[in-house]
C-alpha cells in the first residue's frame, strides 16, 4: 500500500472519529436534560409485598421470605429505632433503604428476647424502609419486628 493511500484511509478513520464523538455534544448543545440522569443510579431492589406506617407491629411465623416497606414519614438522612425479636429458632433479618442494606443479623439468629438498634438512614429520596425477614424454613418459627418512626 502507497504511503499516500495511507494517509487518504488514516485521515478518513479520524474524520469518522472526531464526527462520532461530535455527535452527542451536537445533539444535546440546546441543553436538553433527561431527568432519568440527573442522578446517579440506585441498587434496584425488589418492591415490598406490603406497605405499613411506622411504630406499627410486624407479626409473622412462617418460613421463607416476608418483604415489608415501612413509611418514616421523611427522607433521609434520619434514623429511627428498630426492635425485633427471632426467639429460640433462627431467623435472617435485614434492613434496607433505597436498595441498600443498612442493618442485617449477618445470618440466622435466634434472639430469644427483643433486641434494639438504631440504623442510620443516608441522604435519600425515599420515605420508607424495606425489612426482610427470611424466616426458617427447617423448623417451625416465629418472629416479630417494629420499625419506630424517626424522632
Do not use: I
Request: with cysteine; aromatic share 8%; charged share 15%.
Amino acid at each position: 500500500m502507497t504511503s499516500r493511500r495511507m494517509r487518504v484511509l488514516s485521515a478518513a478513520a479520524l474524520s469518522a472519529a472526531a464526527l462520532a464523538l461530535a455527535t452527542p455534544a451536537v445533539a444535546n448543545a440546546g441543553g436538553t436534560h433527561d431527568p432519568a440522569y440527573s442522578h446517579p443510579p440506585t441498587s434496584a431492589a425488589p418492591a415490598p409485598e406490603t406497605t405499613q406506617q411506622c411504630n406499627e407491629a410486624t407479626k409473622a411465623g412462617h418460613g421463607g421470605e416476608t418483604r415489608t416497606g415501612h413509611t418514616l414519614g421523611r427522607t433521609g438522612p434520619t434514623s429511627f429505632e428498630f426492635t425485633y425479636n427471632t426467639y429460640s429458632v433462627p431467623d435472617q433479618v435485614e434492613v434496607f433503604y433505597e436498595g441498600r442494606s443498612l442493618y442485617s443479623t449477618n445470618g440466622y439468629v435466634g434472639t430469644r428476647g427483643d433486641k434494639t438498634v438504631t440504623v442510620a438512614v443516608p441522604a435519600g429520596r425515599a420515605d420508607y424502609v424495606t425489612v426482610v425477614v427470611n424466616g426458617n424454613t427447617t423448623e417451625s418459627t416465629d418472629w416479630d419486628y417494629t420499625v419506630h418512626c424517626p424522632a
